[in-house]
């Protein structure tokens, strides 16, 4: 595992949901490594106190907030046209934000909410950030995902998920995570620039209870005592990030720092492509 010790001067990484949580380990491990750390959050306050715990923490001061609502496609855009406007380089870009929800809801976009959230935004995130990443190579995609992706299955007639079920559909947008990351990774052969996926462990973060109502915040609580800090579901992240264990490596899940199988499903480069394509038009791309 790499140390705060690990050099990642001059390096630029990008971080999705990096006020809390998970997200938010990541980009503080990366800022000591000396990168310079751009943290994309949704609330503006939340944000700029996570951005100064992190400055303080690191003592780096290369620590950059952007806001986005990665639910709004337009808000992606904007992020981007940002990101572009205020650096010539990106090195990593670490697709960490995600959400679940008890109900089924629709985005500004009338999009379901949880497949925009988990899946879409960061397909839609990374397609407009590659030539960034491409024009900075050697580069480095990381996405979050999960184990939950093993009990999820794609259906490319109801992606939007008219008939909702909860873990179901977060399965669905975990496992349309790790099929869109070993389709990136074979277009991305040859340019330098990396793609992975991870499941960063049970962790006990305030994940799942954006918008809830009471009682299932209570739930995801109690369920969540039982997981492991924010700072170690980071490590994968961060290895995946920094390490140049993995320099080369690319189309692979990992679970713990260590290469894993994912579900059989995954494989099927048939369904990555019908996803990649369906999934292209849902964002205008």
Request: contains cysteine.
């Amino acid at each position: 595992m790499p140390t705060v010790k690990s050099n990642m001067q001059g390096k630029i990484c990008m971080v999705t949901g990096a006020n809390s949580g998970i997200g938010k380990a990541t980009a503080l491990a990366l800022a000591q490594m000396g990168a310079t750390v751009v943290m994309v959050c949704r609330d503006r306050d939340r944000g700029e106190e996570a951005r100064s715990e992190i400055t303080t923490k690191s003592r780096n001061n290369a620590v950059d907030l952007l806001l986005a609502d990665l639910s709004s496609q337009q808000s992606i855009r904007l992020l981007v046209e940002n990101v572009q406007h205020h650096y010539t380089h990106l090195h990593v870009l670490i697709n960490n934000a995600g959400a679940a929800f008890p109900g089924r809801r629709e985005t500004v976009d009338g999009l379901e909410m949880t497949f925009a959230v988990n899946y879409l935004a960061p397909f839609l995130l990374t397609n407009l950030l590659l030539d960034m990443l491409k024009a900075s190579a050697p580069a480095r995609i990381v996405n979050v995902s999960s184990n939950s992706h093993e009990a999820g299955f794609i259906m490319m007639d109801d992606l939007q998920s008219e008939h909702y079920r909860s873990m179901s559909v977060y399965g669905q947008a975990k496992l349309a995570v790790v099929l869109f990351t070993y389709e990136l990774a074979r277009r991305l052969q040859g340019t330098g620039v990396t793609a992975n996926c991870l499941h960063p462990g049970f962790v006990a973060t305030h994940f799942g209870q954006r918008d809830a109502r009471p009682a299932f915040r209570l739930l995801v609580k109690v369920i969540g005592s039982f997981g492991t800090s924010p700072e170690k579901g980071a490590n994968t992240s961060i290895y995946l990030a920094s390490s140049p264990d993995v320099e080369d490596v690319t189309g692979t899940y990992f679970v713990k720092c260590s290469p894993r199988r994912s579900a059989a499903i995954s494989y099927d480069e048939s369904l990555q492509r019908q996803l990649w394509e369906q999934s292209a038009k849902l964002v205008h791309l």
